[in-house]
């Protein structure tokens, strides 16, 4: 099996900045795209930010020029480093990984179970 384990999700003031971290653990060949998706009450989850195995980066145009995702492949955990965070950035946020989890087996889509990032003053 596999598991993502976000952390770094808390309370900050709009401006401020927090950095989350995704670590993925469990049987893993290979790990491709690792991104972060957040939901909103209310709304449907949506796509913040993609990082290929290589490096190609991809991220939502409400969060462009603000937030920046990042990964250590060596230790399968990405990191999603958030500045000038606004109000409207409050949602639970997913890590997500494609992963093979052995060198014959399929790739399958992975989810953690969220952290909460609230921004209010």
């Known amino acids: 099996q596999v598991q993502l384990v976000e952390s770094g999700g808390e309370m900050v003031q709009p401006g401020g900045s927090l950095r989350l971290s995704c670590a993925a653990s469990g049987t893993i060949f290979n790990i491709y795209t690792m991104g972060w998706y957040r939901q909103a009450p209310g709304k449907e989850r949506q796509m913040v930010a993609t990082?290929?195995?290589?490096?190609?980066?991809d991220y939502a145009d409400s969060v462009k020029g603000r937030f920046t995702i990042s990964r250590d492949n060596a230790r399968n955990t990405a990191y999603l480093q958030m500045d000038y965070l606004k109000p409207e950035d409050t949602a639970v946020y997913y890590c997500?990984?494609?992963?093979?989890?052995?060198?014959?087996?399929?790739?399958?889509?992975?989810w953690g179970q969220g952290t909460q990032v609230t921004v209010s003053s």
């Open positions: 997500y990984a494609l992963v093979q989890r052995t060198s014959l087996s399929y790739t399958g889509a992975y």
């Open positions: 990082i290929t195995r290589g490096g190609t980066t």
